[in-house]
């Protein structure tokens, strides 16, 4: 800025001075300048006889701040890329760590303790999805840091991003596709497109059906309820011929048209849509989609020896003492109740309720 203003300070004093001269101007003519001045026609930004193009300081500066700015924003770009790929680095060295044969590969087993070093651990559910997308004894270096992109070593998950990563991560690591991490981001060169074949048994594995769970079934629905990990109802359209070609599947298309229902929130609705969906799926409970919330009809109600076997499998599992302490408060007149099917059951919303 300092520079800007001597420049433009010269400039200006050698304009006022020439016009002086031009129009004899009350001074001494001996007294002037006796420094060149430049013509009309030797300024490449002027035309002959024409008047100097005059620009103030302010443009000047403006001029100068614009440049200023766009350095600052080629620094910062700068200065990202060089901690991507200084994490890259430090990502490499704990992969060749846990790589024992040095082969350039490892198993799905020290890819779940590679992912828990940095923070970015998986559950036993997300490990088994990903053994669909990789290849589980042989993960490379690109694998990883695929992952490492990608929504399942997210803190919070996105029904939609989720599958559409998992589709990258099965074109790049069992179809050979170009793939690289841009700015926090996967991306992988396959056009969004992935076989018909691949496109159901993934679609069916991520978003499992609930209604609907057979082709057959679908064909009398316009869409049908499926569940994405860890509890997400989801609406998925039946018609396939709006995003799907002979033996090709667009599944960015066909993500952008899932419709998400139900965000469960808080531990308590997710404990509800548990109960609720063991209902459904194995007591074969009817159930209805009403205004995004599902609808069982079971009263409320859960057997005792159902709400017995969930909860000791649920998550690390609960010890024996802890177990049984459980089931004396569900077993208790506040929570007890006996279904029309004269069957000994716990009213689970009051429990949840209680727990909450």
């Not at 009398?220 to 990990?229: G, I, M, T, W």
């Not at 998925?236 to 070609?245: M, S």
Request: aromatic content about 6%; charged content about 30%.
């Amino acid at each position: 800025r300092e520079t800007t203003k001597v420049k433009w300070g010269k400039r200006w004093t050698e304009v006022h001075e020439r016009t002086k001269r031009r129009r004899g101007a009350h001074h001494n003519v001996s007294s002037v300048d006796s420094r060149p001045f430049r013509r009309d026609a030797d300024r490449p930004d002027q035309r002959p006889g024409s008047h100097p193009r005059k620009r103030s300081p302010s443009m000047a500066l403006t001029q100068s701040g614009s440049t200023a700015v766009a350095t600052t924003g080629v620094n910062k770009v700068s200065r990202v890329i060089a901690v991507n790929l200084d994490r890259e680095r430090k990502f490499a060295e704990a992969f060749r760590y846990f790589d024992d044969n040095d082969d350039g590969y490892i198993d799905l087993e020290a890819l779940s303790k590679l992912l828990l070093c940095f923070g970015r651990g998986v559950t036993t559910d997300e490990l088994a999805l990903l053994r669909k997308c990789l290849n589980p004894s042989k993960i490379t270096l690109r694998d990883f840091l695929n992952v490492l992109a990608s929504n399942f070593a997210s803190s919070f998950h996105m029904p939609k991003t989720l599958i559409n990563d998992a589709f990258k991560l099965h074109n790049a690591a069992r179809s050979g596709k170009k793939s690289q991490t841009v700015m926090g981001h996967l991306e992988v060169d396959d056009g969004d497109l992935v076989s018909r074949e691949t496109w159901r048994d993934l679609s069916n594995t991520f978003a499992k059906p609930i209604t609907g769970a057979t082709p057959q079934d679908r064909q009398s629905r316009e869409s049908y309820l499926a569940k994405v990990q860890p509890a997400t109802l989801v609406r998925i359209p039946t018609d396939e011929t709006k995003f799907a070609e002979r033996n090709r599947v667009d599944y960015k298309q066909w993500c952008q048209s899932i419709d998400v229902k139900v965000h469960p929130k808080s531990k308590m609705q997710e404990m509800l849509h548990a109960f609720k969906l063991f209902n459904h799926t194995m007591r074969q409970k009817r159930c209805k989609h009403i205004d995004g919330e599902l609808v069982v009809d079971d009263d409320g109600l859960i057997l005792k020896d159902d709400l017995s076997r969930i909860m000791k499998r649920m998550g690390a599992g609960l010890a024996d003492d802890e177990h049984t302490a459980f089931m004396e408060v569900a077993s208790s007149p506040l929570f007890a109740q006996t279904s029309s099917d004269g069957n000994d059951c716990v009213n689970y919303v009051k429990l949840i309720k209680h727990l909450n």
